[in-house]
């Protein structure tokens, strides 16, 4: 008993000290109307614009649905990752929750803290059949699916056009050319990549992108998978070489900064170069001096160009929940046409719903986004979120160390092997 009570006060500890809270409300503002239906609803953005975003979608929903009260609580990032996990722990847990897709998700599906949703998508094919189709794939586990895309995302090179045409140059489809690029634009004092690693997940996007590219995709799912991972493929070591020799021209000692810093000296011209989500479009002020280009193909290489790094977002409904009809009905306004072009308008991500995107609400550029995302041949998910996360942690604490200077990438991968061959001993 004083274990549980003391699990429970660590809980309520841990919630008072992450907090961000949006439109939450206590348990005396919670509606005692008869028949009113409570659901608690928990996302990762309690900063603008995203905050007034979901106020005004949980406002409208309740607006049409007076039998439903929705509890709103929303925490940064990285905190959210941790909070998630304890909350879907309890037995009082969120009734809708984000999460990341692929192997985030499936933690949850694994551990039965996610509802089974397919009769939801069979049902109700007005509503499923107007979603990106590539975009549920990542939500779906043996042929079943557990959760709802509601934002793509995509990665790509951002340049600053204006700087390039001073410097006449183009943009780059190889890796040699684009080394001949950095070095132009070093040779002329601007910072060739703007790049923050004191926060590792960027980090994981260079070492996703060149994983896929210089691995082959067979040997890529062997290890990528906790069961049978080995790591011992040469082309994991050559894509850290490739992060290596990027390192000169990446912002001086990025382990200092973050990506928001990194982001800013690119908006200020400062640096030519920033590789971006391309819901970042957003937050570059000047989006008239912003130019897209696919991250370049390297001689040699054993994956597909056409493949695109980025993965959908989205929620999922508790498996404990007592009101998943309801829950459902909320995720399905949320993914509505309506909803969708708002999101686009309002926040400048872009929704998973087809034709949300267009003239009415989004920039050129932003469109030119969306379309990279269609018309990729494939997606290839987040790194840090596509592998378990003991392989994470020790990819990007140890390559963090090689961007230092401490370690070569024949040692990271050492490293991450003998984390691999703990974790493959751990399940099986």
């Excluded at 949703?117 to 699916?145: C, G, H, M, R």
């Excluded at 957003?282 to 897209?292: C, E, F, Q, T």
């Excluded at 949300?356 to 379309?371: F, G, K, L, M, R």
Aim: proline share 5%; with cysteine; net charge neutral.
């Amino acid at each position: 008993m004083k274990k549980a009570k003391l699990v429970l006060a660590s809980v309520l500890a841990l919630s008072l000290l992450l907090g961000g809270c949006s439109s939450q409300k206590t348990s005396s503002e919670v509606k005692d109307e008869k028949g009113t239906i409570t659901l608690k609803f928990f996302h990762r953005w309690p900063k603008e614009p995203e905050k007034s975003y979901f106020e005004n979608v949980v406002q409208e929903f309740e607006k049409q649905h007076p039998n439903i009260d929705i509890q709103t609580e929303a925490v940064l990032n990285d905190s959210y990752k941790e909070k998630i996990r304890v909350l879907l722990g309890t037995n009082n847990p969120p009734d809708i929750y984000f999460t990341w897709s692929d192997q985030f998700a499936y933690k949850f599906v694994q551990g039965n803290k996610a509802l089974d949703l397919t009769s939801y998508y069979k049902e109700d094919t007005a509503w499923s059949s107007q979603l990106v189709q590539n975009q549920i794939t990542p939500f779906s586990f043996e042929n079943k699916y557990y959760g709802v895309p509601w934002q793509m995302d995509g990665k790509s090179f951002f340049y600053n056009k204006d700087i390039f045409a001073k410097l006449n140059l183009q943009p780059p489809t190889t890796w040699d050319e684009f080394m001949k690029v950095l070095k132009v634009l070093k040779d002329n004092k601007y910072t060739p990549i703007a790049f923050g690693s004191k926060s590792t997940w960027p980090i994981s996007h260079y070492i996703g992108t060149l994983n896929q590219r210089l691995v082959d995709e067979k040997t890529r799912e062997k290890d990528y998978n906790p069961k049978t991972g080995t790591f011992t493929d040469s082309g994991y070591v050559e894509a850290l070489k490739k992060i290596k020799e990027l390192i000169p021209y990446f912002t001086e000692n990025s382990n200092s900064v973050d990506h928001e810093y990194a982001r800013g000296t690119f908006n200020s011209g400062k640096a030519g170069i920033l590789y971006a989500e391309t819901a970042e479009i957003s937050l570059v002020p000047d989006v008239k001096n912003l130019g897209l280009f696919h991250f370049p193909a390297i001689e040699g290489q054993k994956g597909d160009s056409a493949y695109l790094t980025g993965a959908p977002e989205g929620f999922m409904i508790s498996s404990k929940t007592k009101h998943p009809k309801e829950a459902m009905e909320f995720l399905k306004f949320l993914t509505s046409k309506e909803m969708g072009e708002k999101l686009v308008k309002d926040v400048g991500k872009y929704s998973a719903v087809k034709e949300t995107t267009n003239e009415t609400n989004a920039t050129p550029i932003q469109i030119e986004a969306v379309n990279q995302i269609l018309n990729a041949k494939q997606m290839v998910p987040w790194f840090d979120t596509d592998v378990d996360i003991e392989i994470v942690d020790a990819y990007l604490t140890n390559t963090q160390l090689m961007l230092n200077g401490e370690k070569t990438p024949q040692e990271v991968m050492k490293e991450v092997q003998k984390a691999a061959d703990a974790l493959r001993a751990s399940k099986n």
